[in-house]
């Protein structure tokens, strides 16, 4: 049976959190595409442990993701889009390393 012709689609969103020092998935969760990754994230949550190292991609970083990782006691490395106001200062300082506090606006704590 051939599949019917048209432009491709993408029906699902595939969410995993591995374990990259014991190479081993932790949980998956398989899921229609229209579901935010944000949400799918939110999921995971409960596999968190206290000290957990959790890396973001760009798509991931919210003060709320950021917040509920730091009540778990975890730990978070997040990329950043230059989007932010504070990544663009950072780029435009030419400095290689900077620890950078981050404040959430009264729109994100709300």
């Known amino acids: ?4 012709k048209g432009p491709a689609c993408v029906m699902a969103r595939v969410f995993q959190m591995f374990d990259v ?12 595409f ?5 949400e799918l ?13 959790i890396l973001l991609d ?11 990782i730091m009540s778990l006691d975890s730990n978070f490395c997040a990329r950043i ?3 932010w106001k504070i990544v663009q200062n950072f780029t ?5 390393e900077a620890i950078i506090n981050l404040h959430a606006s009264h729109q994100s704590k709300k």
């Open 1 to 4: 049976m051939k599949p019917n």
């Open 21 to 32: 020092l014991n190479k081993v998935t932790i949980d998956t969760i398989i899921s229609p």
């Open 34 to 38: 229209q579901v935010e990754e944000r």
């Open 41 to 53: 994230f939110h999921n995971h949550m409960l596999n968190l442990l206290p000290n957990d190292l």
């Open 58 to 68: 760009r798509g991931y970083p919210a003060y709320w993701i950021f917040n509920l």
């Open 81 to 83: 889009s230059k989007q």
């Open 92 to 96: 435009k300082s030419g400095a290689q």
